[in-house]
């Protein structure tokens, strides 16, 4: 089975701010990444997929990049609204989701 | 409008089943691979299976083969999870998602005597 280690577990930043979320599979999975927003009481929300490809609605300020093994989601410009948890999914070999990060504001 | 409504989720004695419903409109039905994803209370998302199209092909996260069968009728455009033998460690909201794109709003399985 593959594994998914995602860091940071939590975040803190200001309005404003650029922040990273990485995802670390344990082999490589091909770019099939996909990375999801959720808010509490709420299902998860895709916003990019496939490593860089942005789902329909997702802004722009929300970007991925990565190969092999590794991978990286940013949020530039950090608004109100991104409050919330994310989610790195790898979908080369069945599903495993990585542990999640809480992004709170400083 | 893409809708995913599940469906079936309650409180259950361990040991006992349950079987949760996924009503899909919205999409052709059988064009989508689909899965269901689990999340316990304060804790992260799990996959717990996924099916084929056809209903041929499905997999299953190793904690819940033997108890767990996924299915699907494409004809009803819905999707299935027959719960056996469920366990404390099985309490979570289950979400039914067309393989990751669209989700629907969860239900809620406790499990506990």
């Known amino acids: 089975d593959i594994q998914m280690t995602q860091s940071p577990p939590s975040l803190s930043a200001s309005l404003g701010d650029k922040v990273t979320i990485t995802c670390q599979a344990s082999?490589?999975?091909?770019?099939?990444i996909a990375w999801y927003q959720q808010k509490p009481g709420k299902a998860p929300r895709q916003l990019i997929r496939?490593?860089?490809t942005l789902v329909s609605g997702t802004p722009s300020r929300f970007s991925g990049s990565g190969s092999g093994r590794d991978y990286s989601f940013s949020i530039s410009n950090v608004e109100s609204e991104d409050i919330a948890s994310y989610y790195c999914?790898?979908?080369?070999?069945?599903?495993?989701f990585g542990g999640g990060t809480k992004l709170e504001l400083k | 409008e893409v809708q995913l409504v599940e469906s079936g989720g309650g409180l259950v004695q361990p040991g006992r089943s349950l079987k949760l419903s996924c009503a899909a409109s919205g999409f052709t039905f059988s064009d989508y691979y689909m899965a269901w994803v689990r999340q316990a209370p304060t804790k992260g998302l799990e996959w717990v299976a996924s099916i084929s199209y056809d209903g041929g092909s499905t997999y299953y996260r190793d904690s819940v083969k033997g108890r767990f069968t996924i299915s699907r009728d494409n004809a009803k455009s819905s999707l299935y999870l027959q719960m056996d033998s469920l366990r404390s460690e099985d309490t979570a909201t289950y979400y039914c998602?067309?393989?990751?794109?669209?989700w629907g709003q969860g239900t809620l399985v406790t499990v506990s005597s």
């Open positions: 998602t067309t393989g990751g794109a669209y």
């Open positions: 082999q490589n999975i091909n770019k099939y």
């Open positions: 496939y490593t860089s």
């Open positions: 999914l790898q979908y080369d070999n069945l599903w495993t």
